[in-house]
């Protein structure tokens, strides 16, 4: 095997972001380029967002959505069109200057993100109320040129994400789709990576530029840093002036539709990373997971060919309840160091299979989140592997959920919120919601900020827990990724 994938040289309650580090590109999920913040996603982590994307692609047609695809290069004149959303991302914009050696006429950006050049044509398309709802989603890769530290998957230049664009008559219809897809979202992270995350909507200075309105989910990490795991937007009629759509009502008046935009990342593949794993490397939940079970024999001359023809046998009946299964049955590695290789790629189940095991019957399961042998009959692995996959998948939400209450607080005055900052925990505190007093928060604790007014707090009383005004919701905070 290739030098990167030996074992972990630091452990990931002692330094999380050497082991992050070590543990993408040891377990062989991706790898570095030459261009700083743009990255190579292996198979195996590919393998795990394609599963992501099935999940949320077969959810979102239910709800009418069609895919679509629209180009990567947008002109300037486009991306310019609607001025508080060209002023958010002016500071992120890579720029197309040239076409070979000859200057063109009009720089073209880079998509990083596609409602100008999406709602140019939305303008073409729409005419009349029949042509509405309109509700279209593209999985693309996009570029954000941040001159922030770069983390791969949780801070890129280039990432990949899926960017859903929809159009309504009516806008009650328009903020109940806000609210559906989050919840969507939700389902993704906790659902399928095991990853808990909090519901809430952005203040005023965290929205996305050009909405009336953001809505998020957030979860904190156990590196200390939060994540904003999806972002579910309203975007009223603001685009819809800029970009000159308009319809012809039912009762044959112009008027201009409403609309949302919505997206999450393989930012959620960092997430689930920093969640699930630990000194040995990587633990994929078995609903994401590339590869379910690994049957690793015990092969001694004098009874290799049975133990491997038994070995192969067993993958056959595992693989007939939809699990994804591998024989390592190379005899130039020994079982201890399969073990260790597969305990650092996250391989969920492994099954040990020897002579002393072909004559008793029986196969020893290990489940990788717990280490524990289990001494399971031949002829009852086809029902216990997929129950124990998720209990196993179980299991790590559980896990994920008790550090979450484990590491929020609530603080009521500046100093219980500045010790829980240091402390680098989840804050929940009453907060005015005013962009000087965000920057005063952010300045004073060097990067804490607000993820999002959590939808299930109650409105506050008193003043706000950094300046003298008056609180007017209980906001989640934390520094962030």
């Known amino acids: 095997m290739a030098d990167s994938t030996q074992g972990l040289t630091v452990k990931k309650s002692q330094d999380i972001s050497e082991w992050y580090t070590q543990v993408i590109q040891k ?130 230049r280039e990432f990949l994400w899926q960017e859903g664009h929809t159009a309504f008559a009516d806008k009650k219809d328009a903020e109940k789709e806000v609210l559906d897809i989050l919840e969507l979202y939700r389902r993704v992270f906790e659902e399928l990576l095991a990853v808990p995350v909090i519901k809430g909507r952005k203040s005023e200075n965290e929205k996305f530029a050009g909405a009336d309105y953001s809505t998020s989910v957030e979860t904190l990490t156990p590196s200390g840093k939060a994540v904003q795991a999806a ?48 000194d040995k490397g990587i633990i994929i939940p078995p609903r994401v997971a590339p590869l379910h ?41 020994t079982p201890g160091w399969k073990f260790n290789e597969h305990e650092l790629k996250g391989v969920c189940l492994r099954l040990e299979v020897g002579p002393k095991d072909l004559e008793k019957g029986h196969a020893v399961v290990v489940r990788r989140d717990l280490g524990k042998k289990t001494f399971v009959p031949f002829g009852e692995l086809a029902e216990y592997i997929p129950k124990e996959l998720e209990r196993m998948q179980h299991d790590l939400f559980k896990n994920a959920q008790k550090f979450i209450a484990e590491n929020n607080v609530k603080a009521e005055n500046w100093r219980d919120f ?64």
């Open 418 to 481: 500045a010790k829980a900052i240091e402390e680098r925990k989840l804050i929940y505190a009453p907060w005015c919601c005013t962009a000087e007093c965000a920057e005063h928060i952010k300045s004073a604790t060097e990067g804490a900020k607000c993820l999002t007014l959590p939808f299930d707090q109650p409105q506050p009383k008193g003043k706000c827990v950094k300046c003298d005004k008056p609180a007017t919701a209980i906001a989640l905070f934390a520094k962030s990724y």
């Open 293 to 333: 079970c690994v049957i690793v024999p015990i092969m001694f001359d004098d009874s290799k060919e049975k133990v491997v023809k038994k070995c192969h046998e067993i993958a056959k009946i595992i693989e007939k309840t939809g699990t994804s299964v591998l024989v390592d049955d190379r005899d130039h590695y």
């Open 27 to 156: 377990a062989e999920l991706a790898d570095y380029t030459d261009v700083s913040g743009c990255m190579i996603f292996r198979p195996r982590v590919f393998a795990i967002w394609e599963k992501l994307t099935a999940f949320f692609d077969a959810e979102i047609k239910k709800m009418g959505v069609q895919n679509t695809y629209f180009p990567l290069f947008i002109p300037e004149k486009l991306l310019t069109k609607e001025a508080e959303h060209v002023e958010g991302f002016a500071p992120e914009v890579a720029w197309v200057t040239h076409g070979g050696h000859t200057p063109l006429g009009e720089r073209l950006a880079i998509r990083p993100t596609s409602e100008t050049i999406m709602y140019d044509a939305f303008s073409k398309w729409i005419q009349s109320y029949r042509d509405l709802p309109l509700k279209i989603n593209q999985w693309v890769n996009v570029v954000r040129w941040e001159f922030k530290h770069p983390v791969p998957f949780l801070r890129g």
């Open 231 to 278: 972002t579910s937007h309203h975007l009223g009629q603001r685009f819809a002036k800029s970009f000159n759509i308009n319809f012809l009502d039912e009762n044959g008046k112009k008027a201009h539709p409403y609309q949302n935009s919505w997206g999450f990342s393989t930012r959620s593949i960092g997430a689930m990373i920093l969640f699930h794993g630990d």
